[in-house]
């Protein structure tokens, strides 16, 4: 492991007159063969805070902030940067995310116990360069399996976001949590609800992206399915969890609708992940109130705004993700018309392709079917077809502007308004992209209202 380590972090650690360990996901990874271009290193000695921070200043690095109550600093040295945590024992009220008391010990078999799952109290001395193992974790990593540190029900007591934790490190790894883990988990999925949103949210996203760190396939479906088991999810996404046990209609559904939202993410692009696992979120809903699913696009839209507002999601991406559900049941049978497709197009464009990423992930979720969903097909060939004619797909194509319709008579509160109607007719074939037809066209419109 030496050789994967900086040259700066192996002169810290020859600098200190105590061991200094790599520890946690770092060592874990190595040990299992994941590569991930975004791995952290955290670090750890049987130190006080104030004592590292200036050891490591003295061999160069930065001490960007130093924490002597919790005994964790953060070091950095052009592009490195490095945790590190004093060797500590913490004593949690139940429940609590930080530790009410911390204790310091030289002790690697208390430090080791204060963490979450064997397989992240695997210790690397870097100047002995020895693998330090208290807890067996190393056959954990062998077998691909998770196991809490002590016994499952006081891990996860001390700390609700390890709830989320052990789904992501499940999905993000592959390895497989063990039947006391994940019943330690369930008795205390209850205390989700003491977790920072932020944090939450956080892990959900890690979740859904899952798959992106290490390329483990459908490793973000994995993870869901664990929040399902330990019945998080119900807590974080209640909204969701409605819909398990709810039937669909089983000529276009071989699942319910929960489990439809999930595979939905199996299928997904990582690009709209959210939009996939929240798409039918308005079903439960509408299923509750009317006794069927009529209109479940626009109600789930709405839902899925509390939800992102709940969840503090930044404001773009929870804009995006509200439309995408708004619009995906459009033209779900494949029945409308062509001019109509091209009049949604130009009014959607900047939505199109992930939407049409959503249209085919829903449709795949169905009956986990591969082929290219069927209004997927017709749209991007209507769009294809608009392309190579060269038609108008946004405002900014448009060769006339709003100053020239105001100066051509259009009131200057129109110019917005008869912008759009252009942009339609020029999709429609109504009308050639060419400034005097344009003008034209505007007028005409103009002049019969």
Avoid: W
């Amino acid at each position: 492991m030496i050789n994967v380590l900086s040259r700066n972090l192996i002169r810290l650690a020859q600098a200190c007159p105590y061991p200094l360990y790599v520890v946690g996901g770092r060592t874990r990874d190595f040990l299992a063969g994941l590569k991930s271009e975004r791995a952290d290193t955290d670090i750890c000695a049987p130190t006080l805070a104030e004592d590292f921070a200036a050891r490591a200043s003295a061999v160069g690095f930065k001490a960007d902030a130093v924490y002597a109550n919790t005994g964790t600093v953060k070091i950095s040295r052009g592009v490195e940067s490095y945790e590190f945590a004093c060797f500590r024992s913490d004593e949690y009220v139940r429940g609590a995310h930080k530790p009410v008391k911390t204790f310091y010990t030289d002790d690697i078999v208390a430090d080791a116990r204060r963490r979450d799952f064997r397989c992240n109290a695997v210790y690397y001395d870097i100047s002995a360069g020895e693998f330090v193992d208290p807890l067996g974790g190393i056959a954990d990593i062998k077998a691909r399996c998770l196991t809490t540190v002590r016994e499952a029900d006081r891990v996860f007591g001390e700390d609700g976001l390890r709830l989320m934790r052990l789904a992501r490190i499940a999905a993000e790894t592959g390895f497989t949590p063990d039947e006391e883990c994940l019943s330690g988990a369930r008795k205390n999925s209850t205390l989700i609800r003491d977790v920072a949103i932020e944090r939450i949210y956080s892990e959900l996203s890690g979740i859904l992206h899952a798959d992106n760190k290490y390329g483990i396939i459908g490793a973000q479906y994995s993870g869901l399915e664990i929040l399902k088991d330990i019945g998080v999810l119900r807590e974080i996404l209640p909204e969701l969890a409605l819909g398990e046990n709810m039937l669909q209609p089983p000529a276009f559904h071989d699942y319910d609708v929960l489990e439809h939202s999930l595979r939905a993410v199996k299928y997904a692009d990582s690009s709209i992940r959210l939009a996939a696992l929240l798409h039918d979120v308005g079903k439960p809903f509408c299923k509750l109130r009317d006794d069927n699913y009529h209109y479940h696009d626009k109600e789930g839209a709405r839902i899925a705004l509390e939800i992102c507002t709940r969840f503090k999601v930044p404001k773009k991406l929870t804009e995006r993700v509200c439309a995408l559900i708004s619009l995906h049941m459009y033209d779900l049978k494949g029945e409308a018309k062509e001019n109509k497709v091209r009049k949604f197009i130009v009014r959607n464009y900047e939505y199109f392709d992930e939407l049409m990423l959503l249209k085919q992930a829903d449709f795949s979720a169905c009956k986990d079917n591969l082929a290219v969903a069927p209004t997927v097909s017709k749209m991007k060939g209507i769009l294809d077809k608009m392309i190579s004619e060269k038609v108008p797909l946004t405002l900014k194509e448009l060769v006339v502007r709003g100053n020239e319709l105001i100066s051509v008579g259009i009131r200057p509160e129109r110019t917005g308004e008869a912008l759009n109607k252009l942009l339609e007719a020029c999709a429609m074939g109504c009308v050639k992209n060419e400034r005097d037809d344009l003008v034209k066209y505007a007028l005409t419109v103009a002049n019969c209202e």
